[in-house]
């Protein structure tokens, strides 16, 4: 099957491409403004941006040792739902992703159930107990991408260097979930005024720039490249900032509830305003907004976690951290488009060459032009309006921070290796 694409604003930022034009859609590949325009199916894209398919490099697809809450089967739905055809995902399952077997397992899943592209984030330590280190380089021959602990940051300084050491020797990418348990205790919220008025147990939201400033002097030390997953304060943000001014080889990325929520949101006990890092004070949320600007963050990021209705009924203290994503983050992004703050290929690139460009996968993902471009391409009409509501939603957990939120803009096709996979 070929599908031609009449009339769509192509913004591919990889490519520095911002225009109107045909697109002849294949498994073969993409062709712009094709000479030859005979298709069997044509879509009328007038009005509609069309970019290339969209790169989330935080996600949990809970397979293996979850699939109640996900599985990469429904996980890929969703995904594909919200424009995204490429994903990282963590390896906080049962078994954790700490064995060249299980890393290898994920993809090999994907490819059965006809999911989405699957990168893989191994564990740094074997479990993610924060005891071992695991043998990086075996876990890269299996498909690793990346190393991190996830929700469990790597405490121990010289294990922590130890990590780094291994990432750089094999051109690894190390992801760190940057709180530094010690102060934060897992308390369910940020503390200050709305955690003080609920009665709740308050983390303090220095502990995330702490972690960060330790470990960004490793990566100094070591030469590795270093992320920082869910950035969420301007204290790491300043860290972070620095590292890029002195040309350390560090990036970061931050989640749409970061974006647009504060902990006020938590005033009401829901617990699908339960993450981890949680929501912070306004302060912190406009230094996010304003780094998105400056170019300080590298990506937006969903931190999909989903958890069954069950878990999160347990309430706001109780429920375990994290909400879903995938289907509202570009919305969530083009928000700041809309109220005039952020331009509109600068809302492209933090899903697309920016993230490819943080995994040093220029050309192969986040791009529909070049050799190795895979033929992925999202459709979205920027001025629909819709409400986020769960039966909508297309992956197995419906805790979304953004139900009943109304947004502007919505993905309307998504191709994925050529072939028109939303809708199905």
Aim: with cysteine.
């Amino acid at each position: 099957m070929t599908t031609l694409i009449r009339n769509a604003r192509l913004i591919d930022p990889a490519a520095g491409i911002d225009r109107i034009a045909d697109l002849l859609v294949s498994p073969d590949g993409i062709q712009i403004d094709p000479a030859d325009p005979a298709a069997d199916d044509v879509i009328d894209a007038t009005g509609k941006w069309a970019m290339p398919g969209l790169v989330d490099i935080q996600v949990h697809f809970r397979q293996p040792g979850f699939e109640y809450k996900e599985t990469i089967q429904t996980g890929s739905a969703a995904a594909l739902a919200g424009g995204i055809t490429s994903v990282v995902v963590m390896p906080n399952t049962r078994p954790s992703l700490d064995t060249p077997e299980l890393v290898a397992f994920e993809s090999e899943e994907a490819e059965r159930v006809d999911g989405i592209r699957i990168l893989v984030a191994a564990c740094a330590t074997v479990g993610i107990q924060g005891e071992e280190l695991t043998d990086h380089g075996v876990l890269k021959g299996a498909g690793a991408i990346a190393i991190t602990d996830d929700g469990m940051p790597v405490m121990d300084d010289g294990l922590m260097e130890g990590s780094l050491r291994q990432c750089a020797e094999h051109d690894l990418l190390f992801m760190q979930h940057a709180e530094d348990i010690d102060l934060t205790e897992h308390a369910p919220m940020t503390l200050g005024p709305t955690s003080k008025a609920l009665g709740v147990r308050g983390q303090s939201s220095e502990a995330e720039g702490m972690m960060v400033e330790r470990d960004v002097a490793l990566a100094r030390k070591t030469g590795a490249r270093y992320h920082v997953l869910h950035t969420s304060t301007k204290r790491s943000l300043d860290a972070i900032r620095a590292a890029k001014l002195e040309g350390l080889p560090v990036s970061c990325e931050v989640s749409p509830h970061h974006l647009l929520l504060t902990d006020e949101a938590c005033a009401g006990g829901d617990p699908n305003k339960k993450m981890n890092p949680p929501l912070r004070a306004e302060s912190d949320r406009l230094a996010l907004v304003e780094a998105l600007l400056d170019g300080t963050v590298d990506a937006v990021a969903t931190d999909h976690a989903p958890h069954s209705a069950e878990e999160k009924a347990k309430g706001f203290v109780d429920a375990p951290f994290g909400v879903i994503g995938l289907e509202t983050a570009f919305a969530s992004v083009l928000t700041f488009v809309h109220d005039g703050r952020l331009p509109d290929t600068r809302a492209v690139e933090l899903m697309t060459a920016g993230p490819a460009r943080v995994l040093k996968m220029e050309g192969r993902v986040g791009t529909v032009v070049g050799e190795g471009a895979p033929a992925d391409l999202v459709l979205v009409d920027p001025s629909e309006t819709w409400t986020v509501t769960d039966d909508q939603l297309k992956g197995r957990s419906k805790n979304s921070c953004f139900l009943g939120r109304t947004f502007k803009g919505k993905v309307t096709h998504t191709f994925l290796r050529g072939k028109l996979r939303y809708p199905a």
